[in-house]
């Protein structure tokens, strides 16, 4: 008998990358994990700060999942292995639904996973200084691909609650699709930015003072804005899926003992958790510590310093002598 995965999942969609994707996501997690759900997240695409919110608000590693780098196998695997233990899997998609590596396909695409997952989709709408618009927008985007399936719409940067009214009664009376939400203009739902995209988590729980009371305001304010039941509903409307084979995450048996130095902290934190977790899967024990705060490295075999924003933190890291130090006598010896 074909085991199946029943487990209620959504991918909240974006109609352009400024829709807020983001911002909704990591509130509905926030308020789903006070509820007492077990929230898994997913982030479609390469990206490692929009996960990096995912993990700190859900309490649970964030994965991503991209259609143009991972087979449809692949991608199944991931997201199978990800949710065990999990109540409801939610998934970030990437800039607008159907934005993908080419113009005629749906590849790398948020569209693509939404496919290959059997996955409800809540469009989440940029509707400022548009009403009845919206509807032709939720129209032209179910259309586009009948394979798609949009349950419920999301609207975001709403100016008054008869700006809200208008947009939400066009949406519902043309499409007969559910508007399940509509979230305020208010800066308060923005969260940090710099030129190349949002601050990342870790390094934001340093450098911005208000970090926690914007995740707090973010999250009351979805609490507010968003039919939470309405999603948890619609999440479980998702049909059950074949659980694939196990053939990435098997343990390699390895007794190696090879002990490998994991930098992490403020300035390096690029890293996919899959990596790590395959790396621990083929006998190598993971010691974390920090180039920026440490003295030395741990006693270890070899060293993986992830990406970030290092050129931020280059005094501290100048000035931690002793590290370097450390580093290159063990890269000596």
């Known amino acids: 008998m074909t085991d199946k995965i029943d487990l209620p999942r959504i991918l909240i969609a974006g109609d352009r990358s400024s829709a807020g994707k983001t911002t909704i996501s990591i509130g509905i997690m926030s308020v789903l994990r006070e509820m007492g759900y077990k929230v898994q997240p997913f982030k479609v695409g390469l990206d490692f700060i929009d996960p990096s919110y995912h993990t700190e608000v859900a309490g649970r590693y964030s994965r991503n999942l991209d259609g143009y780098l991972m087979s449809e196998v692949a991608i199944r695997e991931v997201y199978s292995h990800a949710v065990e233990?999990?109540?409801?899997?939610?998934?970030?998609?990437?800039?607008?639904?159907y934005e993908g590596l080419e113009a005629t396909c749906d590849i790398g695409s948020t569209a693509q996973i939404a496919k290959i997952l059997d996955c409800p989709v809540i469009l989440a709408i940029n509707a400022r200084s548009i009403t009845r618009s919206t509807a032709a927008l939720v129209s032209g985007y179910r259309s586009f691909d009948p394979e798609v399936n949009i349950v419920g719409v999301i609207l975001n940067n709403i100016g008054s609650q008869r700006h809200g009214e208008k947009a939400r009664v066009a949406i519902e009376t043309y499409t007969q699709i559910p508007v399940i939400g509509e979230i305020p203009r208010n800066d308060s739902m923005k969260i940090s930015m710099r030129h190349l995209g949002l601050i990342p988590a870790m390094?934001?729980?340093?450098r911005v003072s208000d970090f926690e009371e914007n995740l707090v305001r973010i999250k009351s304010i979805i609490k507010e804005g968003i039919d939470i039941g309405r999603f948890i509903s619609l999440a479980g409307s998702a049909r059950p899926i074949i659980k694939p084979e196990e053939n990435i995450f098997k343990p390699s048996g390895s007794k190696?003992?090879?002990?490998?130095?994991?930098?992490?902290?403020?300035?390096?934190?690029?890293?996919?958790?899959?990596?790590?977790?395959?790396?621990?899967?083929?006998?190598?024990?993971l010691v974390y510590f920090s180039p920026v705060k440490d003295k030395a490295i741990p006693k270890v075999d070899g060293l993986y310093i992830g990406g970030g924003y290092p050129e931020l933190f280059g005094r501290e890291l100048e000035d931690n002598i002793s590290m370097r130090e450390s580093i290159n006598q063990a890269s000596s010896e």
């Open 203 to 206: 390094e934001g729980r340093r």
């Open 85 to 97: 233990g999990a109540d409801i899997a939610v998934i970030e998609g990437v800039r607008g639904l």
């Open 256 to 285: 190696n003992n090879l002990r490998l130095g994991i930098a992490l902290d403020e300035a390096f934190n690029f890293y996919y958790r899959d990596n790590l977790e395959l790396l621990e899967l083929a006998g190598a024990e």
